[in-house]
């Protein structure tokens, strides 16, 4: 997770971060506490954000029940392994 602080330029990219949001992608903090351990984070640069953004929107989209039945899997196999 990476913490960012930007400036928007106008109502597109506000309607842009909106959709970000409401597709789970990004959370919206009204007025964050940049000094919080709740948001870690090094700085990021304007192209990595662009390559974070670009690589979100090609991620493929998994449902929750899916992405529940791959974590109860996975967290069994490790568990298996620790024993």
């Not at 400036?7 to 409401?22: D, I, P, Q």
């Not at 919206?28 to 919080?36: A, N, R, T």
Request: aromatic content about 8%.
């Amino acid at each position: 997770m990476q913490t960012l602080k930007i400036e928007l330029t106008g109502n597109n990219s506000l309607k842009a971060l909106k959709e970000l949001e409401y597709r789970n992608l990004i959370r919206i903090l009204k007025e964050p506490d940049l000094h919080s351990y709740a948001l870690p984070g090094e700085l990021i640069s304007d192209s990595d954000f662009k390559n974070w953004i670009e690589f979100a929107e090609e991620s493929p989209i998994v449902s929750l029940t899916v992405a529940k039945k791959r974590w109860t899997a996975q967290k069994e196999k490790l568990q298996k392994l620790i024993r």
